[in-house]
């Protein structure tokens, strides 16, 4: 138990203050960049981004690094609660998918000339509650917590393909995997037996996630 603990506090600073590494190579890769003096559209020259849309595209990409910093905190959460090996298996793929996340929205970010959210820390430490809090409710709650927060996530990630700006494929392409990703990552909770949340806990959820929204954002 204290070695779990141990470890569950080194993620926790590698997640909030270490650079992630990914494990697969960075969606878009290959696709034009985004500096406001450099065309961005492989077909179309005359696209560029201005200064005002360069913000806009980063504090995007900073909204979901700031969700990536929180599904690993859910997903430690949840799985120092489980006690079912193949729940916890699960767990644990999932979130080496989400560390690529990390790392492709934190390099996004960075090109962008933009900065990670300052509130990182505290978005840790409130999700990493409530991951344990719906772990306590026993494996399938636990279980239809996660799939419930992987439906929201990715249909804030389809949202964010029209919000982008037009022509940053570099940064659609990252977010379209994500988005493929949740959807997944969802499906396997509900073949795992997930129980589908009552409505006022999912209407809280979402009411949840506009607000840390809002405010990474900004900051």
């Known amino acids: 138990m204290i070695d779990r603990a141990i470890l569950g506090f080194d993620r926790a600073l590698r997640t909030v203050f270490v650079p992630a590494r990914a494990s697969r190579p960075l969606p878009g890769g290959n696709l034009p960049g985004a500096e406001s003096d450099v065309p961005i559209h492989a077909h179309d020259p005359a696209i560029q981004f201005d200064e005002a849309q360069k913000r806009h595209a980063a504090a995007l990409m900073r ?3 700031c969700g990536e910093v929180c599904a690993q905190a859910l997903y430690q959460g949840q799985a120092a609660i489980s006690r079912n090996a193949s729940i916890r298996a699960a767990l644990g793929r999932a979130s080496d998918e989400e560390t690529d996340h990390l790392a492709w929205t934190a390099q996004r970010i960075d090109e962008l000339g933009g900065r990670k959210s300052v509130l990182n820390p505290l978005w840790y430490g409130g999700a990493l509650a409530v991951g344990v809090l719906a772990g306590g409710f026993g494996e399938r709650w636990n279980l239809g917590f996660l799939a419930e927060t992987e439906r929201q996530v990715e249909a804030h990630l ?9 022509g940053d494929d570099r940064s659609r392409a990252i977010v379209r995997q994500m988005a493929r990703d949740e959807a997944r990552h969802a499906e ?32």
């Open 63 to 65: 909204v979901n690094h």
């Open 158 to 166: 389809r949202g964010h393909l029209d919000a982008l700006p037009a």
């Open 188 to 219: 396997t909770a509900v073949n795992l037996g997930a129980r589908e949340l009552p409505m006022p806990i999912r209407l809280a959820m979402k009411l949840a996630a506009k607000l840390m929204t809002a405010a990474a954002y900004r900051l």
